[in-house]
């Protein structure tokens, strides 16, 4: 098993550009989210999604978009990159309990975006 | 609202020495609690969750964690500090009936003196 698996690893990326990001996990996980890693401030959700087909906001998801159209893919968009979004960015999967708690989350080893 | 915070930034441990991690919540319900680490360039790993039953709870990596309701706090610790522990540490709230949502502290990285 590959476990969860995070595409592109780097990424550079001008002001106003656009980029996806895709996860990937094996396990067959129902759960899957999207956090943001920046000094000093911890991991801070962006989206997560419940289950193939759904989707919902977390702390932090202006500016970003989400998409989970096949259940072992969550795809994260920038539409519009700025320079505040210069972050690493972190996904993971949970087998995702009926009442999702107290699940262990599954990370990816992340993608480091800059936006110039 | 839920929040998770570590006191510690950083914190640097000769090797064999015993640690300890602070970590406070503020949550009014039944909190579910994390501990995970992160190696340099890596992404997280769980080292031990508390949900219910006894406060003391082992981890891996010769790890546990104490959770004390009457002080909000779930400390990790550890009695004998190895190099290969050096790494951040993250402790985190597991937000009820909402799809698993974790909320992060801080974090906490710990340094290891040879």
């Known amino acids: 098993n590959a476990g969860v698996t995070q595409t592109p690893k780097f990424r550079v990326l001008k002001t106003g550009q656009s980029m996806t990001l895709l996860c990937a996990q094996d396990?067959?996980?129902?759960?899957m989210y999207w956090y943001r890693q920046d000094p000093g401030m911890g991991l801070r959700l962006i989206h997560y999604s419940v289950g193939e087909g759904t989707t919902a906001k977390g702390e932090v998801p202006d500016g970003y978009n989400v998409s989970r159209l096949k259940k072992q893919n969550f795809l994260l968009g920038l539409e519009s990159a700025a320079p505040s979004q210069t972050s690493v960015y972190f996904c993971?999967?949970?087998?995702?309990?009926?009442?999702?708690?107290?699940?262990?989350?599954?990370f990816g080893p992340g993608t480091r975006l800059t936006v110039l | 609202a839920q929040s998770v915070t570590q006191p510690d930034i950083h914190i640097t441990v000769s090797e064999g020495a015993s640690l300890e991690l602070r970590c406070n919540y503020s949550?009014?319900?039944?909190?579910?609690l994390f501990w995970y680490v992160q190696s340099p360039g890596q992404g997280l790993q769980l080292l031990l969750k508390y949900f219910s039953g006894d406060t003391l709870v082992q981890g891996i990596k010769g790890f546990e964690a104490e959770f004390k309701r009457s002080q909000s706090s779930f400390n990790l610790r550890k009695p004998s500090v190895h190099w290969s522990d050096a790494a951040e540490y993250f402790c985190?709230?597991?937000?009820?009936?909402?799809?698993?949502?974790?909320?992060f502290g801080q974090g906490t990285e710990l340094s290891v003196k040879p």
């Open positions: 985190a709230v597991e937000v009820n009936n909402q799809g698993g949502k974790l909320i």
């Open positions: 993971a999967s949970s087998y995702g309990l009926r009442t999702g708690l107290g699940d262990t989350q599954y």
């Open positions: 396990m067959n996980h129902e759960y």
């Open positions: 949550y009014g319900a039944t909190p579910y």
